[in-house]
Every structure is written in structure tokens, then in C-alpha cells.
């Protein structure tokens, strides 16, 4: 009979938490390469074990965590425990960052990372290859906003509070908290041990033992306690955690208190639907000075669907807001806060210069709701968008009418309660549209529906294959 003793079992690996220890340094172009080889980024298959693969990374993850640490001290944000007033570091708590002077700011930009995230962490694939750790972290979204002025009567930056989503379970012995994938990476008791189970009492953070407890502390202990009384805020709040936060602001007694103080908001990869909110308020709050972005192929800021949503679209775009597109080369959501940032930071301030005043675009979803869309058409319809650039644009939303060329032709189009409205009356000017399709404006065309998307397509094939059957014939 054969038994195993528990001193028998492999012990769990341990390593360094030293970059160099860990064998790579930051280089010029701020990118973490090898010590060994400088050509090489991040390697993360060192065994054919994945313990050893996941406590490796582990300790990487910690020692980018203290140079981003670091960087944040370099850009004057202070450390703040929670529950507010914690002031023993080994007692449970979690961590967020705040502006020093954030009592004298007119206007705060606060931060919501997803609620899978390390604390200040964007990206781990933008930190640990191409890009950089500024670029993968917090740190140049930092910069970046410290550049914008408060309001327009308030030239100053606006002050910075960023919320900690991700770290909310408590490590004991590490006299910290970890993100709920980082738990099961801390040493075992041996290498083949499966993990921690949760202890409420040991590892939950009073007032922050979940994502929602977290928004909720910092909007009623933290904010109050260290923002100015007359301060604007501004949301940024990313996938799940943007969640958490309009859960927690769609309340009647909640929005009494908080809605006075919102500026804007902007929602990343959430998904809170429309027939969730219950709170008039926080509904037209969120119709009138909130927009979201979503994962699609279309360029960057690209209108996909209205607060209702887009009914051609596939999936669910009704979030209460308008809804835009994050860009071509946005494919994750932990990517977004990277690729929209120049028009999410662009907006914030837009909003922040207009003030009260400031009210979102009109969107209008053209066509017929009802109307299925025919994926067999996408292949003619990118032959007669390539030959005709001037007439239609694609979009994942449908079709969008080019505005000059639909002012031009007056050509009807059926509304989305069945009515006509003149192409003349379609979106005028606008921003950052592909070839010249409005984005912003106060009527603004999203999508054709499939009578009036078939009928130019059909125009366009047509022609087509009239030229292609007269080039056949002066071939003969």
C-alpha cells in the first residue's frame, strides 16, 4: 500500500517580486523587455507547469504594480485606505487614488475600472509588449486629463479620483487586496493545492466587500467627505463595473443626493439595459449628458444606435445613452479605455466646457425596424460602396446614408414608425464621421432600414453589371 504524506508534495514556487530579480528592465521606449534577450517581451510559458506559469506571472504583476505605484506618486496622487479612515495598512482594506487638492477642484473625473482589473491597470498586454507601461496603465489618462481645463470660468485641471473595482479581496498575509482571478495565484500550501476558499471574515473589506459596496463607498463616504461642495463629476466606468455604478445611481433616494453633482458619464463595454432604469432622473440624465461605447467595427465614434437602441443592430445597444463605436481595433474590453480615450476625453471636456447648456445630439435610427436584415447583401453591397464611396457608408448598424449625397438626391426615407421624412432633413454637419457621414448633430442618421438599403444596392449592382456586361462585350 502506497500513501503520500503532505511533506511529500511539491512545494509551490516562489519569485521574486524585483523586475530586474525577475530578469527584465523597462527600456527606453518605456516597454518591459528581457534582461537576457531585449528583443523579447513578457514571457509567460517558462514551465510546462501551469502553477509555476501562473505564480511567475503573479510576481510580475506585482513588481509592474510598484512601478505603477510609483508613477502615481510622481503625478501627485495620493494614497487613500478604505473604509475611509483605515489608517493601519495590515488591517483590511483597499486602495484607491486621489488628487491632493481635490476640495479646491470645480470638476472631478472619477474612474471605474472593470471589476476584473488591477489597480491601475488598463492593459497587462499593453504593459508587458508593444506599448508600454504609461500607455497600459493609468498613467497617461492621468496626464492626460490634468491637461484639460475644469469649466469654462475654471482654467485649472480638474481634480482625479480613481475607484478600485477589481482588488476587493483581502490577503492576510500579504496585508493586501487582490483581484478575484490574483487570489488563487498567492503561495499554497503546496503546488498541487487548488486554492483559497473565501472567508467572509477574513478576506471580505468592510463596506467594500463587493464591486457595488465600493461604488457605493465612494459616493457616499468618499466623495462627500473629500470633494468640494459644489464640485461637478464626471464618470468613466468600464464593462462590469459600469454595471455596478448605474445600478447603484438608478435610485430615486440615491439620485436625490448624487444627481445634482453628475456632469457627464461614459459608459465602456456595460451592459445596462434600458428596462432597467427606474429612476426618471438618472433616465434623463443618462438620454441627455451620458454616451456609451461598444465593441464594434466601425471607426471610432461611429453613432450605432439611440438611448432606445438600434433594433437592426445585433445585440443589445438600448443602454439609455447614445451608443458609439469604440474603433476598428478595438476587439476586448479591457482595451477600451485605450482606444476611445481621444474621443471620450474630447467629449468630457466638450460637456464640461458647455455646461448646463450641454444637451447630446438628436439621434434618429432611419428605416424599418421590423425589417430583417439580409446578410446575403453584404457582399453586393461592398462591391457598390467600393464603386460608389459617395453614396452609401458601411455599418455594422445597417447602411448609413452619406449626408451630402443624400441632400442632394431629396430621396425619401422611411422612418422607423413607418412615416417618410426628405433626405434633406437627414443629419447636417457633424464630426468624425467616415467619409463625411455626420456623427453629432440634431438630427442624425444611423442606420437605412432593408427596403430603402436594397433599393440603393440594387441601383448600384445594377449599373455594375451593366458595365461589366459592356466590357465583356468590346473584349469579344
Keep these: 500500500m502506497f500513501r503520500r504524506r503532505w511533506s511529500g508534495l511539491p512545494a509551490d514556487p516562489i519569485f521574486p517580486t524585483n523586475l530586474s530579480e525577475l530578469g527584465y528592465f523597462v527600456n527606453e521606449d518605456d516597454e518591459i523587455r528581457s534582461t537576457e534577450d531585449p528583443d523579447c517581451y513578457f514571457n509567460y510559458y517558462i514551465n510546462k507547469n501551469v502553477r509555476w506559469n501562473d505564480r511567475h ?3 510580475m504583476n506585482e513588481a509592474i504594480g510598484k512601478i505603477i505605484s510609483s508613477r502615481f506618486d510622481a503625478e501627485g496622487l495620493e494614497k487613500v485606505l478604505l473604509p475611509l479612515g483605515t489608517t493601519d495598512p495590515k488591517q483590511p482594506h483597499v486602495q484607491i487614488r486621489v488628487s491632493p487638492d481635490l476640495d479646491k477642484k470645480s470638476r472631478v473625473v472619477i474612474i471605474f475600472n472593470n471589476s476584473s482589473q488591477e489597480f491601475g491597470v488598463i492593459s497587462f498586454r499593453i504593459i508587458g509588449s508593444r506599448g508600454g507601461v504609461n500607455k ?3 498613467i497617461d489618462l492621468v496626464k492626460a486629463i490634468k491637461e484639460q481645463k475644469a469649466s469654462a470660468s475654471d482654467p485649472s485641471p480638474p481634480g482625479i479620483v480613481i475607484a478600485n473595482m477589481g482588488e476587493l479581496w483581502w490577503w492576510p498575509e500579504g496585508h493586501r487586496a487582490l483581484t478575484p482571478t490574483g ?3 498567492i503561495p499554497m500550501s503546496s503546488a498541487v493545492h487548488w486554492g483559497r476558499y473565501h472567508d467572509d471574515a477574513k478576506n471580505g473589506i468592510p463596506e467594500n466587500r463587493t464591486p457595488l459596496e465600493h461604488a457605493s463607498h ?3 463616504k468618499v ?3 473629500m470633494m468640494g461642495k459644489e464640485a461637478k463629476l464626471d464618470v468613466i466606468a468600464v464593462g462590469a463595473a459600469a454595471d455596478d455604478v448605474e445600478t447603484y445611481l438608478n435610485d430615486d433616494k440615491v439620485w436625490a443626493k448624487v444627481g ?4 457627464s458619464m461614459a459608459v465602456l463595454g456595460g451592459f445596462y439595459d434600458l428596462a432597467c432604469f427606474k429612476c426618471e432622473g438618472f433616465k434623463t440624465f443618462m438620454k441627455e449628458r451620458a454616451r456609451a461605447y461598444a465593441i464594434r467595427p ?5 453613432a450605432i444606435a439611440d438611448p432606445s437602441g438600434n433594433p437592426m443592430e445585433k445585440g443589445s445597444t438600448a443602454f439609455g445613452c447614445p451608443v458609439y463605436s469604440a474603433g476598428e481595433e478595438c476587439r476586448m474590453v479591457e482595451s477600451l479605455l485605450l482606444d476611445t480615450q481621444p474621443s471620450l476625453l474630447k467629449w468630457i471636456q466638450r460637456v464640461a466646457l458647455e455646461g448646463e447648456n450641454y444637451k447630446n445630439p438628436v439621434f434618429k435610427v432611419i428605416g424599418d425596424p421590423n425589417s430583417a436584415f439580409d446578410p446575403d447583401k453584404l457582399e453586393e453591397a461592398d462591391t457598390a460602396w467600393k464603386a460608389n464611396k459617395s453614396l452609401i457608408v458601411p455599418s455594422g448598424a445597417g447602411y448609413a446614408v452619406e449626408t451630402a449625397a443624400a441632400e442632394a438626391s431629396g430621396e425619401k426615407e422611411g422612418g422607423s414608425d413607418g412615416s417618410e421624412r426628405q433626405g434633406s432633413d437627414v443629419a447636417k454637419g457633424g464630426i468624425g464621421g467616415p467619409d463625411g457621414m455626420a456623427l453629432e448633430s440634431d438630427q442624425l442618421a444611423v442606420a437605412v432600414g432593408e427596403e430603402s438599403q436594397q433599393t440603393a444596392l440594387a441601383n448600384e449592382v445594377e449599373k455594375l453589371e451593366i458595365a461589366s456586361e459592356g466590357e465583356a462585350e468590346k473584349t469579344k
Design 136 to 138: 497600459g496603465s493609468m
Design 260 to 263: 445634482g453633482k453628475m456632469n
Design 223 to 225: 466623495l462627500p467627505t
Design 218 to 220: 465612494i459616493f457616499e
Design 57 to 59: 506571472r503573479f510576481s
Design 183 to 185: 487570489r488563487h495565484d
Design 298 to 302: 466601425e471607426p471610432l465614434d461611429t
